[in-house]
């Protein structure tokens, strides 16, 4: 065996026993979850579809401004007597009469013709335009879902790093109750504390278990929205990597937001589009009823006996220059600029309304992300000061300075403190994605940075 067969061999193992990519996905990194989604999510393949149906409209109506060319043809075998049926065929002389005896004939003919459309005022070039604009409608559909199951993601993402976060807080919390627990039986066999806080110790530990089983639930849920997001099985065993973290951004001007967002959001440019499209739409209704020129030619050849095909004497052919101008229509045009105005009226009045609405969006984002960081800035200070406390209490406890419910307090209030600052976290770093999302920024840091 050569070299090369022992190469191909091993390569094709390589292939057949390696997991495949999709399998491989199963701790997923945030870019790589809405890469995913972008790619399986049935929204974004229905827009893409719509887009790629409106292409080919697009390539349809441009057809229009080119000739037609098509060949046709046919064969006859025929035998006539209309002329013994003249009226005045009884008028001939009777030899005349006699010869003309009617006998079956063949007759073939074929050709290629070509047509053109040589002026329509203006509604070739009108059909092309508004086509464009409804693909580029399309296009701005699609960016618009695209981010739309982005920031889905992103938030579905962050639900699970927030169970995932809660959960690890209510396991801490159930360390330190056991801990308090062994240290209450150690103190009950000294004698120096009594059966009463052994029994409250162990009853505080067993409280936990139910909030544990229900940060699982919420763990299991989250998941299953984020399955469902990357079009995978509500079961699959999807982790995501990282934490949940806050990472603070410099957040530019309301009013830089809402200009960018003018500018760059597909929802706006989509409503844009729509407009022009009305416009075109009265531009054709005008045109109705006005001068149209088209150009007809034909060059074939038409034979009794197919010898003579290729015969140029048997050639036929013919041009034709045609032109309408309607003279009156009983106020079609008028009825088609009235409804073209009204559209546009309305289409204006929608694009006014999603410009209203974005700028809100972008003022209610913008409080919720500064509350947000605020509340951050509250909640760590309260989880030092309560881990602070938990401490002293816990050092109190064993020098019995300090009650069980002292200490179960300030679990309490240490497991409520971090709770917080996970969920202040949640919201600050939703609140950031949505601020973006909502400005048509990117959604992730290290896009933003780039």
């Not at 699970?160 to 801490?172: M, P």
Request: proline share 3%; charged share 30%.
């Amino acid at each position: 065996m050569t070299m090369l067969q022992r190469g191909l061999i091993l390569l094709i193992l390589a292939v057949a026993v390696s997991p495949s990519r999709a399998e491989d996905d199963t701790v997923l990194t945030l870019p790589r979850a809405i890469q995913l989604a972008l790619d399986r999510n049935p929204e974004v393949q229905v827009s893409a579809a719509q887009l790629e149906e409106f292409k080919g409209k697009v390539q349809e109506v441009r057809a229009g401004a080119f000739p037609t060319i098509k060949a046709d043809g046919f064969g006859l075998r025929l035998r006539d007597p209309s002329f013994l049926n003249s009226s005045s065929f009884d008028d001939l002389p009777p030899d005349f009469r006699q010869a003309l005896v009617p006998r079956a004939a063949n007759l073939f003919d074929a050709g290629v013709g070509l047509k053109q459309t040589l002026y329509s005022a203006g509604k070739v070039r009108n059909g092309i335009r508004l086509a464009k604009e409804g693909e580029q409608e399309k296009t701005d559909t699609l960016e618009s879902v695209r981010r739309s199951i982005a920031l889905r993601v992103l938030e579905a993402f962050h639900d699970c790093l927030l169970s995932v976060a809660n959960l690890a807080v209510l396991r801490e919390t159930r360390d330190q109750r056991q801990k308090q627990l062994d240290l209450a039986r150690s103190r009950f066999e000294l004698g120096v504390a009594t059966e009463i806080d052994v029994l409250r110790s162990q009853v505080n530990l067993a409280n936990v278990e139910p909030d544990i089983i229900r940060a699982e639930n919420r763990i299991r849920l989250a998941r299953a929205a984020l399955n469902t997001l990357l079009v995978r099985d509500l079961e699959a065993p999807t982790e995501v990597a990282g934490r949940l973290e806050y990472r603070p951004w410099a957040v530019p001007p309301v009013r830089s937001l809402q200009q960018e967002a003018l500018e760059r959001r597909p929802e706006v440019l989509g409503a844009r589009h729509a407009v022009a499209q009305t416009r075109i739409l009265e531009r054709l209704a005008d045109s109705e009823n006005k001068l149209n020129v088209e150009f007809d030619t034909r060059w074939g050849v038409n034979v009794r006996d197919l010898e003579n095909v290729l015969d140029l004497s048997y050639t036929r052919w013919n041009f034709t220059v045609k032109f309408e101008l309607p003279l009156y229509d009983g106020g079609r045009k008028a009825g088609l600029l009235v409804q073209a105005r009204s559209r546009q009226r309305a289409a204006e009045q929608t694009l006014a309304q999603i410009e209203n609405n974005i700028k809100l969006e972008i003022q209610s984002a913008f409080d919720i992300l500064r509350a947000s960081s605020e509340a951050i800035a509250v909640a760590r200070l309260n989880v030092t000061q309560a881990e602070r406390v938990l401490e002293m209490m816990q050092s109190n406890y064993r020098y019995g300075a300090a009650t069980t419910l002292d200490v179960i307090d300030s679990q309490t209030s240490l497991s409520q403190a971090r709770n917080t600052e996970n969920n202040a976290t949640y919201a600050h770093e939703v609140a950031k994605a949505r601020l973006r999302h909502a400005a048509g920024r990117t959604l992730l840091d290290e896009e933003e940075t780039k």
